[in-house]
């Protein structure tokens, strides 16, 4: 069970929330709902990251927040780099006299949560969006990685998983509390109105197979290309589109590493209008060899599309098998052609599978219902949320 507060029976009123985040982008785009929907609830919002440009800054202050950037590299000379960089957030969070305190990013957690305790914050909600911990020699993160997540894990009133197999994986892994249970959100779910059921287009020989992701190979992006290759050898009507943003992971990939599969798969652009894309497609694909949540492949589930992804952290949660999708090996080429050739020998299921797609998003992954428990989390009156 989460730690019980003091604080917690008192009448709710405006509070001062921060919201932490490795990355400004995450801030201005994927948050960008729940900090909406927090300052329309009459509550005061502060963004913090490391690494902001002054376009997500204006994004951010337009819709009425406060905006820091976090400094998390220490002095070159300094003798306790940690609890210097703890020091300068926990200055930032006791001048903004935070209330509440959500710790999200990759090094940037540990540091947001320990220095909210020392400010004197009501709840702290520490996110980890992956196992295991790696040490973030970018941001000046030094010593025993684990050791740091322990105590940011102490600190915390909550921890926040986005899928349960990390859930299971942090339980497991003795970093947590024995009184500290993690609380596990599919992110923020998807905008039902916004994303509303798209008809499929007629089903022949030509089926459509769509993936959208950042150009990296843990997104499975040459795993898609290879197999493409492999089905298309079998079924050479089918078409394969690929789209997405350049990636800043370490593993990223260009344009020139997909250019050899240009015969068989078409680069359609960086995915920016994604819905106009999946409502082309009959199936959606998203190889991932895992993530936190996997944001494309859910707006393909409202959407009404059948899934084919893998059986990896945060991918499996979105399929139940043979119902909405299938099911295939991380990494494997081989296991995910043939995952897509099921549905090039049973398209008359696909109908099926695309109805079952849009109800699982709707029970499970619907921005409403997630906001709703996330406010919860926060210790906020949510009729605001099941109203909206």
């Known amino acids: 069970m989460p730690k019980q ?21 995450s801030l201005a785009g994927t948050y960008m709902p729940l900090i909406n929907r927090l300052l329309e ?24 927040a406060d905006v820091r950037q976090l400094n998390l590299v220490a002095d070159r000379w300094t003798l306790m780099p940690e609890r210097q960089v703890v020091q300068r957030t926990t200055s ?10 959500l710790a999200r990013g990759s090094g940037v957690m540990p540091a947001v949560s320990l220095a909210a305790k020392k400010a004197g914050a009501e709840r702290i909600i520490a996110v980890q969006e992956q196992l295991p911990p790696e040490a973030d020699e970018e941001n000046g993160s030094e010593g025993d990685p684990e050791d740091s997540l322990i105590r940011a894990f102490d600190a915390a009133t909550d921890v926040l998983c986005y899928n349960y197999d990390h859930a299971a994986q942090l339980e497991i892994s003795g970093l947590l509390p024995e009184d500290l249970t993690p609380v596990v959100l599919p992110g923020l779910g998807v905008d039902l109105d916004q994303l509303q059921v798209a008809p499929l287009p007629p089903i022949g020989d030509e089926l459509c197979f769509l993936m959208i992701a950042e150009l990296a190979l843990s997104r499975g ?36 590493d997909v250019e050899p599969y ?16 999946i409502a082309q497609c009959h199936v959606f694909v998203y190889p991932s060899h895992g993530e936190a949540s996997p944001g494309p492949a859910l707006q393909a589930l409202a959407m009404g599309r ?28 081989a296991s995910l052609a043939l995952s897509m050739q099921r549905s090039v020998k049973w398209p008359d299921l696909i109908p099926a599978m695309a109805r079952a797609s ?11 219902l997630v906001l709703a428990a996330l ?3 926060l210790g906020l009156q949510r009729a605001a949320i099941t109203e909206a």
């Open 221 to 256: 992006v040459l795993d898609f290309c290879k197999a493409a290759e492999i089905v298309k050898e079998h079924a050479p009507q089918t078409k394969f589109q690929l789209a997405g943003p350049a990636s800043r992971s370490h593993d990223a990939l260009s344009l020139a």
């Open 41 to 64: 609830s009459g509550h005061r919002v502060l963004c913090l990251a490391p690494q902001i440009s002054e376009g997500e800054t204006l994004s951010l202050t337009h819709a009425g």
């Open 262 to 277: 240009g015969e068989t798969v078409s680069y359609v652009g960086d995915g920016a209008d994604t819905p106009s894309l």
């Open 375 to 377: 406010f919860d989390l």
């Open 5 to 25: 507060n003091a604080t917690d029976t008192r009448p709710d009123r405006g509070k001062r929330i921060a919201l932490s985040a490795a990355h400004g982008h």
């Open 358 to 368: 849009h109800q699982k998003a709707e029970r499970r992954y619907d921005r409403r």
């Open 92 to 101: 930032i969070l006791s001048e903004w006299q935070a209330d509440t305190v």
């Open 306 to 333: 059948a899934i084919v992804t893998t059986d990896a952290p945060g991918c499996r949660e979105l399929v139940d098998e043979r119902v909405n999708g299938v099911l295939c090996a991380p990494g494997d080429p």
